[in-house]
C-alpha cells in the first residue's frame, strides 16, 4: 500500500506491563526508522532498519527497547517493563532510501500511555 | 531536535502570508525538509530543497534557503485556516537519521 500504517493506534499500559507496537512500511520501501515524539514536540530517533537488519540503533534505551523487522511480517517495537515516562507518540517512517534524500513518509503513530 | 532551532509560535490572520524559519548547524545534507503536523496525524512532507538552490516555489508554498548563514524558511502565501498545524523543518545530514527542528505551532486567525 503507500501509506505506513501503525497499529495500535492509541495503547494504555500499567507501569511494568509491556507494550508492543507494530509498523508495516510501504511496499517497496527498504528502510524503516522509528521516532518517540513527546509532549513537547521533540522527535527522538530511536533505531532504523535496512529490509530486516538493523541499520542505526543508536537512540535505543537498550535495557527496555527492542526492535524487530522480519520478512513479510508488520516491524515491531517492544518496550518490557513500560515508566511514566515512555509515555509519548511513537513514529514509524519508511524510506526508499537510507540516505535522507527521499523524504520519509510517517505512518499516523501509536500513542502510548503508561499509568 | 538537536542543533535545528524553530520559534515555537507563530499566529496569523486568514489570508496573510506566514513566514516559519529555521536554523540548522549542519551544512552537508543534500536536502533540508518541511514537514506538516496535524492534530493527532503523523507528519506529512510538503516541500523540500536541494542544498545548491536558493529558492523553491511550490503553489502556495515558497521555500528559500541561505546556506552562508545556515537558515531555512517556509512562506505560506494566502494562509488558511486548514494550514493551522505544527511545522517542522528536517535535516538530514550525513548517514540515515533526521533531525526535526522543535516546530512552529502556526494558528491562522479567520
Known amino acids: 500500500g503507500e501509506e505506513v500504517a501503525q497499529t495500535p493506534k492509541h495503547l494504555v499500559r500499567g507501569e511494568g506491563q509491556k507494550a508492543k507496537l507494530y509498523c508495516a512500511p510501504i511496499?517497496?520501501?527498504?528502510?524503516v526508522f522509528w521516532y518517540q515524539q513527546v509532549l513537547k514536540n521533540e522527535f527522538k530517533f530511536l533505531i532504523s532498519?535496512?529490509?530486516?537488519?538493523?541499520?542505526?540503533e543508536t537512540g535505543m534505551p537498550k535495557e527496555r527497547f527492542s526492535a524487530k523487522c522480519l520478512p513479510n511480517s508488520p516491524c515491531s517495537l517492544e518496550i518490557q517493563a513500560t515508566k511514566l515516562e515512555d509515555s509519548a507518540v511513537y513514529f514509524c517512517?519508511?524510506?526508499?532510501?537510507?540516505?535522507?534524500?527521499?523524504?520519509?513518509?510517517f505512518g499516523s503513530g501509536t500513542r502510548l500511555t503508561v499509568v | 531536535g538537536e542543533d535545528v532551532e524553530q520559534s515555537l509560535f507563530l499566529s496569523v490572520r486568514e489570508g496573510d502570508s506566514s513566514v516559519i524559519n529555521c536554523t540548522y548547524t549542519?551544512?552537508?545534507?543534500?536536502?533540508l525538509y518541511w514537514y506538516k503536523q496535524e492534530p493527532g496525524a503523523g507528519l506529512q512532507l510538503l516541500t523540500y530543497?536541494?542544498?545548491?538552490?536558493d529558492m523553491k516555489q511550490d503553489q502556495r508554498l515558497t521555500v528559500l534557503l541561505n546556506k552562508k548563514d545556515k537558515h531555512l524558511s517556509l512562506r505560506i502565501a494566502d494562509t488558511q485556516t486548514g494550514d493551522s498545524a505544527i511545522y517542522f523543518c528536517?535535516?538530514?545530514?550525513?548517514?540515515?537519521?533526521?533531525?526535526f527542528g522543535t516546530g512552529t505551532s502556526l494558528t491562522v486567525i479567520p
Open positions: 517512517a519508511s524510506s526508499q532510501g537510507g540516505s535522507g534524500i527521499y523524504g520519509y513518509t
Open positions: 511496499k517497496g520501501h527498504s528502510y
Open positions: 532498519f535496512q529490509n530486516e537488519n538493523v541499520f542505526d
Open positions: 549542519d551544512s552537508s545534507s543534500t536536502y
Open positions: 530543497i536541494f542544498s545548491n538552490m
Open positions: 528536517a535535516d538530514p545530514r550525513t548517514g540515515n537519521q533526521f533531525y
